[in-house]
């Protein structure tokens, strides 16, 4: 800082002499030459003089430089995905791929409690071969996210979420829950929260800016009914003396799937049998943007009355990733099975469903391109009633299908996405083909 303006001084003071310059003799000049050197030595030492003194009176000169105010950043990302790079590349600079349910607090404040808002919003257009659908434009979601600190160590936050309907707007509470940071090994928040069941589900939430694609996949997309995505109750998570290996973990105890199993429990539980998960991953710290897990998850399930009997299903969900969380490339694979057992006949039914979804960011000049690719299928028991059986939801069903697009990142905060998708099906349904756009931002 001293430089700084011991250099606009020696500018100040020797713009006159530089005009004179021109017209001077050699001689003239020789001696204004002599001059300016002689100026600058004693501005140097004036300055030497300055910085001496006010760390004698106990701190740098930078210290009677005001601080910036405190600023604050946009939650999570992202992690498309937070700062897990090698180095900053658009949407890259905004990923998360943690799997912390609460967002992570806020800029530098220490007041407390203090309040933040971001949030997400998209725009839509599809238009399929499908003669069921109609193309257009569709509004999409609008996400608000509602982030406070509490203390050092406790911290509330809330995401709650717009969708466009044929006659209103849908309004959920998608996120709310209060969070206990003890140390870097146990934290425990109580609340509603994405259920940790597999990676995409607690890395990429309703914001659809964080993701590289337009959609989810299909094993676990909202509304879905193969896995819960939602979950009510309490969750401990932390990580695990393990040196190298980087492992960490999510157990969680709450209430079930509602009525209808493609909600949670939001009001109470459907039966008095809590539903559990256990997540456990690996970061390598040799593997830099390598994560290895696994998850469990058990329930048991009461759907709405309509099945001969009204049967109760135990549900087992076991589950398996492995990601490439780098752009250079970016690599995601899962793998889910659900097992049900019908309480009252005691017939099993066990369905599958995976994906493996690569994409790269484009080097150099490009590198606000990423086009990806993304291949998905599914595996559902036809006589499996809960995915089967209609609850005013639509039924599980088969699916082999593949997604090619290209993402376009307008700014950091902004991004274009275009898709074309080809899917098929049960065997009696015909091959569908799409087009897809969307325009998805945070704020």
Not at 206 to 233: A, N, S, Y
Not at 420 to 433: C, S
Request: hydrophobic fraction near 35%.
């Amino acid at each position: 800082m001293h430089r700084f303006w011991g250099i606009l001084v020696v500018v100040f003071l020797l713009a006159p002499l530089s005009g004179q310059a021109q017209t001077s003799t050699p001689d003239e000049r020789d001696q204004e030459m002599q001059e300016m050197r002689a100026r600058i030595a004693a501005l140097e030492e004036l300055v030497e003089e300055l910085r001496t003194g006010r760390e004698s009176k106990g701190g740098p000169l930078a210290a009677a430089v005001p601080a910036p105010a405190a600023q604050t950043q946009v939650a999570n990302p992202p992690s498309s995905h937070t700062l897990n790079s090698s180095g900053p590349t658009l949407a890259e600079d905004h990923q998360d791929h943690s799997t912390s349910q609460a967002e992570p607090t806020y800029g530098t404040e220490h007041t407390y409690p203090a309040l933040h808002f971001s949030g997400f919003g998209n725009m839509n257009f599809s238009a399929t071969d499908d003669p069921t659908t109609k193309s257009g434009f569709n509004l999409g979601q609008f996400i608000l996210h509602v982030a406070s600190p509490l203390s050092p160590k406790v911290s509330a936050f809330g995401e709650i979420s717009f969708t466009a309907a044929p006659t209103s707007y849908t309004l959920d509470v998608e996120r709310y829950l209060i969070r206990y940071d003890f140390n870097d090994y146990f934290k425990i928040s109580f609340g509603r929260y994405h259920t940790p069941i597999n990676y995409w589900n607690t890395t990429f939430h309703h914001g659809l800016w964080l993701q590289t694609t337009i959609d989810r996949p299909e094993m676990i997309r909202f509304g879905g009914r193969f896995q819960p995505v939602h979950f009510v109750g309490m969750l401990a998570e932390g990580n695990l003396p393990s040196g190298p290996l980087g492992v960490g973990y999510n157990v969680g105890l709450g209430n079930g799937r509602a009525g209808s199993i493609a909600r949670a429990g939001d009001s109470g539980d459907i039966n008095n049998k809590r539903a559990w998960v256990v997540n456990l991953f690996s970061r390598p710290v040799a593997w830099n943007g390598l994560q290895v897990g696994g998850a469990v998850y058990g329930d048991e399930v009461s759907p709405l009355p309509g099945l001969p009997g009204n049967p109760h299903f135990g549900e087992r969900i076991t589950s398996a990733h492995i990601v490439w969380t780098k752009e250079h490339p970016e690599f995601l694979a899962e793998f889910a099975h659900v097992r049900h057992e019908n309480k009252l006949t005691n017939d099993v039914f066990n369905s599958q469903a995976a994906y493996v979804q690569l994409a790269y960011r484009l080097p150099s000049m490009a590198r606000k391109w990423k086009p990806y690719y993304r291949f998905e299928w599914s595996n559902i028991s036809p006589s499996d009633p809960l995915f089967t059986v209609s609850d005013l939801t639509v039924a599980v069903r088969d699916l082999v299908g593949s997604t090619v697009g290209v993402r376009y990142d307008i700014i950091n905060l902004a991004a274009f996405k275009f898709e074309y998708r080809h899917t098929k099906r049960t065997l009696a349904d015909p091959i569908v083909n799409g087009l897809f756009l969307q325009t998805a931002f945070t704020f």
